[in-house]
């Protein structure tokens, strides 16, 4: 199973509020994790990714930050958040370098 | 910087009207090239990889292509259910997946 729990689906939080959002992963141990951002009509944008427990690489600079304490585990957090914070968010798993990604249903995040 | 980037950033065609989309790629040790088609409000489905130039694979009525500089997605005589977005993708050496902004696809009974 390549199975990829996100939640929640929807949320909506005033600027300035502290937001986390989880995603724990199914299958064969040890998957390369990624969160991406897709703003409204645009392609998805590589926030972090992590190739181990502890390991994250940010590729974004930026008021959000990620979390990896356990191996099927990725958190997204914030401790404020902004308005331009808003979008779709996408937590996905790839089992190795070549292999291609699985994605979550994603958490559509609207700041006002 | 890997770069990926797609073409038309929209395209509007007749049901049956065949045609291709367009991905160029700057990817530092190109280590596969994906194809995903997303629809409005869920996660992106893969389609295809391909891993090196002048491979093809083909689904339904999709096929992809991959040379050394860029990667195209042909359509054949498509249908209303194939309008999405289209997403191209790169994955390299350093085990991240760098993504193209889409070309978003629709097709008209």
């Known amino acids: 199973s390549q199975t990829i729990h996100q939640w929640p689906a929807t949320l909506v939080q005033p600027v300035g509020s502290p937001l986390s959002l989880e995603c724990t992963v199914e299958?064969?141990?040890?998957?390369?994790l990624y969160w991406y951002r897709q703003a409204a009509g645009r392609g998805l944008q590589l926030l972090f990714y992590?190739?181990?427990?502890?390991?994250i690489s940010s590729e974004v600079p930026q008021n959000l930050s990620a979390s990896r304490p356990q191996d099927r585990q990725f958190i997204l957090s914030s401790k404020k958040l902004l308005l331009s914070d808003s979008g779709f968010y996408l937590c996905?798993?790839?089992?190795?370098?070549?292999?291609?990604?699985?994605f979550g249903s994603g958490t559509q995040l609207s700041v006002l | 910087e890997d770069q990926v980037t797609q073409s038309p950033e929209a395209l509007r065609l007749q049901e049956g009207e065949s045609s291709s989309l367009n991905c160029s790629y700057t990817v530092s040790g190109l280590r596969g090239l994906f194809w995903y088609r997303q629809d409005p409000g869920k996660g992106p489905e893969f389609l295809f990889t391909?891993?090196?130039a002048g491979e093809e694979k083909e689904k339904e009525r999709l096929k992809a292509t991959l040379t050394k500089k860029e990667s195209f997605l042909h359509i054949t005589a498509p249908k209303p259910e194939d309008s999405a977005t289209y997403l191209c993708a790169g994955s390299g050496g350093y085990q991240k997946v760098t993504f193209g902004t889409g070309t978003k696809l629709q097709v008209i009974p």
């Open positions: 992590s190739v181990g427990i502890g390991q």
């Open positions: 299958g064969t141990s040890n998957p390369n």
């Open positions: 996905a798993r790839q089992g190795g370098p070549n292999e291609k990604l699985f």
């Open positions: 391909l891993y090196s």
